[in-house]
């Protein structure tokens, strides 16, 4: 984990609050989310914190974002939702956390239904 940034880097800030999120550092991440970071903040891809935990299987991150206002259907840039990318990357944790935080299966391109069909996976939302 690269050191604390200075606070003089705005972008250097949001990076290293986008790895808290990708690392599943929660604690961390929501200690600045709760003094002002934006919970919504997107890369330049438009991937939110919520969407980097997500696709890198930290289900206790999503929730604790999800806790915090996230927007469990926050699309990025290609269409994409987190629960699409939970379902392409077989995290089954992350799937159910989504979920239980109100993730619309049907939000994005392509859909987490659809992407689930893909999988042979079409359980997960019946």
Known sequence: MREIPDGNDPVELANW????ARDGD???????????????????????????????????????????GAD????NHRGQSPLAGAVFKQADAVIA????????????TPSARATAAMFGRPDLFS
């Open 17 to 20: 609050l986008f790895d808290l």
């Open 26 to 68: 929660t604690a961390r991440l929501i200690a600045y989310v709760e003094v002002g970071a934006p919970v919504d903040l997107t890369d330049a891809d438009g991937n939110t914190l919520l969407m980097l935990a997500a696709y890198h299987d930290r289900p206790d991150t999503v929730t604790a974002l999800a806790a915090q």
């Open 72 to 75: 469990v259907n926050a699309l």
């Open 97 to 108: 956390a989504l979920l239980a935080a109100g993730a619309d299966p049907d939000a994005g």
